[in-house]
């Protein structure tokens, strides 16, 4: 088989089983237009259409289904065997495409970024920040990261956190102005930094337990931000108290007398974060070692 068969055939496979060209380019890390080419080239040299196209849709046709059927697991047959050499190589190599929420890329990937690409130089992560769902296999992912009820059940999941407790945080400079909350209700009299949920376009209310009461606050405040970041340095600025998870980071912000946490006693606890990826697809190297230095080490 020659190279610009290979390619050809590489092309149709990946379009014909993600039913999108933007998709399949995601997947093949190549242009829409390289893959359109790409599968006319693979057409015209069998003189058959294999996909039916429309301005939102690609389908195979029934020459397409056939070939597909035929091909598809040879192509699994063979990046197996290519992935079972990668296990001998020094270090794995490829690329890693993880989806997840933006608080866990801020709280869990990026402060082990720079250990990891030390010990894995050969392998390429793209880290994708979405708060809603996302259909990783649809969507062309490895991996993503959720919540553990969030993840479905047919999918294998590795814990990456503890469970999580809530907490609110506000700076020194803040509590000089305005006196501690003691109850969530005292929050309707606080500068509130709101966070939006991207997948549903609303706030998050502020949830609080103690002793069996709940309480859900829709708080008031004068910034709305999408970002863990971005809040933790409104908080340090004095501009308003934040929500967010309880961690190590801000346990250091607390200690050094940057912030100060309140409402502690009405914390919530809630399932930590969870790696996901489907079960049945042979694990590559670069993924397990993604897994290896990201998982809650117990």
């Not at 997948?199 to 709940?214: P, V």
């Amino acid at each position: 088989m020659r190279t610009s068969e290979w390619g050809e055939l590489t092309a149709f496979v990946a379009v014909a089983e993600e039913k999108s060209f933007r998709k399949a380019a995601a997947r093949l890390n190549l242009t829409t237009s390289t893959l359109s080419h790409a599968l006319r080239a693979l057409e015209e040299r069998l003189g058959v259409r294999l996909l039916n196209r429309t301005t939102r849709t690609v389908s195979p046709t029934q020459a397409g289904q056939a070939l597909l059927a035929e091909v598809a697991p040879a192509f699994r047959t063979i990046a197996g065997a290519l992935e079972s050499v990668n296990a001998f190589r020094d270090s794995p190599q490829g690329r890693v495409r993880i989806n997840m929420p933006r608080i866990a890329a801020e709280m869990i990937f990026l402060p082990k970024l720079s250990a990891f690409f030390r010990q894995y130089p050969d392998i390429q992560l793209e880290l994708a920040t979405n708060d809603g769902f996302v259909d990783i296999i649809g969507e062309g992912f490895d991996a993503g990261v959720r919540i553990r009820s969030d993840v479905q059940q047919d999918m294998s999941a590795v814990r990456l956190t503890p469970d999580l407790h809530s907490a609110v945080y506000g700076s020194p400079s803040y509590f000089d102005r305005h006196p501690i909350p003691l109850t969530p209700a005292d929050l309707q009299h606080h500068a509130c930094i709101g966070r939006r949920e991207i997948s549903a376009s609303t706030l998050y209310r502020w949830e609080f337990e103690k002793e069996g009461r709940q309480s859900a606050v829709q708080v008031k405040g004068p910034l709305t931000v999408d970002s863990i970041t971005m809040m933790t340095r409104i908080a340090l600025d004095g501009i308003g108290l934040i929500y967010t998870a309880h961690t190590p980071e801000y346990d250091e912000l607390v200690a050094s007398g940057r912030l100060i946490r309140v409402l502690a006693d009405w914390s919530v606890s809630y399932p930590g974060f969870f790696l996901y990826y489907p079960g049945h697809r042979q694990l590559p190297a670069s993924l397990r070692a993604v897994i290896d230095s990201f998982r809650l080490q117990l």
